[in-house]
Every structure is written in structure tokens, then in C-alpha cells.
């Protein structure tokens, strides 16, 4: 299973960016898929996810009403819609799948089997 991510990009703070994750797989619908993001000299940290079934969403507090993932099964890509950036947005985003069930919690990234390169998204304020 590869992921590719693309989208990211330098915006301005209160901009918009989407990001997509194509996911080379015939099974993309059985898998979990998330977000996490690595600001530099900081740890990975878990963004947004959403389940298998594409109706169940979770995200972290920092992002919630800002950011939102969905995914198209048609064309086997995941998508991270992120919306009044801010500077701290500013991180390498991943995406990764689960394939399911998870043996911790969502937002461990320990949980992803498969992950993608990053892309870098710059806030500028």
C-alpha cells in the first residue's frame, strides 16, 4: 500500500489549503484513515481521522471547526481541508492508514500501518 500526499503549500494566516492523499490500494475503503502533523523540533502529532465508514470523524481540539477530512472512495483518495490557518499550523502533514481494528486509540500513530511521505504547509503571519 503506497500514500501519496500533495497540497501543501506557503498560505497566510487566516488562508486556506486542501490537502490530498491518494492511496494506492483496492481495499481503501476497509482501511482508517488519518492526519498527523510534525512542527519542527516537535513530536508527531495526531490531527484528524476518519473512519472506514466515512460518516464517524475525530479531530483534535486544535483544529476542530477549522480543519475537515473526507474521503472518495472513487477515487481512492483522502482529503484534509483546513481552513483559517494560523502559524501554529505550521508542520509537515502526513497521512497513514489504519487497517483496522485498532489495537490502541486513533490518535496514536503506533495504530497506522501504512504512511505517506508529508507535505510541508507553511503559515505565514
Known amino acids: 500500500v503506497q500514500l501519496q500526499a500533495s497540497g501543501g503549500g506557503l498560505v497566510q494566516a487566516g488562508g486556506s489549503l486542501r490537502l490530498s492523499c491518494a492511496v494506492s490500494?483496492?481495499?481503501?475503503?476497509?482501511?482508517?484513515m488519518g492526519w498527523f502533523r510534525q512542527a519542527p523540533g516537535k513530536e508527531r502529532e495526531f490531527v484528524a481521522v476518519?473512519?472506514?465508514?466515512?460518516?464517524?470523524?475525530f479531530y483534535t481540539d486544535s483544529v476542530k471547526d477549522r480543519f475537515t477530512i473526507s474521503r472518495d472512495s472513487a477515487k481512492n483518495t483522502v482529503y484534509l481541508q483546513m481552513n483559517s490557518l494560523k502559524p501554529e499550523d505550521t508542520a509537515v502533514y502526513y497521512c497513514?492508514?489504519?487497517?483496522?481494528?485498532?489495537?490502541?486509540?486513533?490518535?496514536?500513530?503506533?495504530?497506522?500501518?501504512?504512511w505517506g511521505q508529508g507535505t510541508l504547509v507553511t503559515v505565514s503571519s
Open positions: 497513514a492508514a489504519n487497517r483496522p481494528p485498532y489495537k490502541g486509540s486513533y490518535y496514536q500513530s503506533r495504530e497506522y500501518d501504512y
Open positions: 476518519i473512519m472506514r465508514s466515512g460518516t464517524s470523524t
Open positions: 490500494a483496492r481495499t481503501f475503503s476497509t482501511y482508517n
